[in-house]
């Protein structure tokens, strides 16, 4: 068994994030998680928050949305509805949705579950992308990986029929 972990971050338009990791800790829905090499086989979701993979010295921190979490056989995989590096937020952006959601939210009467929910999630998401920027802001240059690892998508290849 590895004593290193696979860690993949998988938006519906990429794959954002795959590196080589000796820990990640996210915002499990039950409360914050840390997986370590050797972590029992788990599959759970995960709520809007900031994602921290860390690797010998450097650590990387991102701000996911909801999502999916798969961990089996060193492989952690996150699939998730959007996933920023610091130098890729906006925090005057990230306010302004903190606002309209908030907003929003105050004016929900009887509104159903899912609204409600949607906004939360907005909510949450945006005020994870502020404290991602504001813990990070001063140090752009550990937070550039994000975008250094992003992976293309993949292409399908011909096998020897020519049929992909």
Known sequence: MSDRLIV?????????????????????????MEVLPGHVAIFSTIEPGSVIARDGNRTLNVACGTGLLEVK???????????????EIDPEAARRLIEEAEDKLKNLENEDAET???????LATAKARIEVFEKNKDNYEAQEGFSRYAVPPVE?????????
């Open 116 to 122: 409600r929910y949607a906004f939360e999630t907005q």
């Open 8 to 32: 993949k971050i998988i938006t519906p338009e990429k794959v954002v994030f795959y590196h080589e990791a000796d820990s990640i800790l996210l915002p499990g829905t039950l409360g914050e």
């Open 73 to 87: 056989d060193n492989l952690v995989s996150l699939l998730v509805d959007s996933a920023v590096g610091c130098s």
């Open 156 to 164: 399908k290849k011909a096998d020897a029929a020519g049929e992909t």
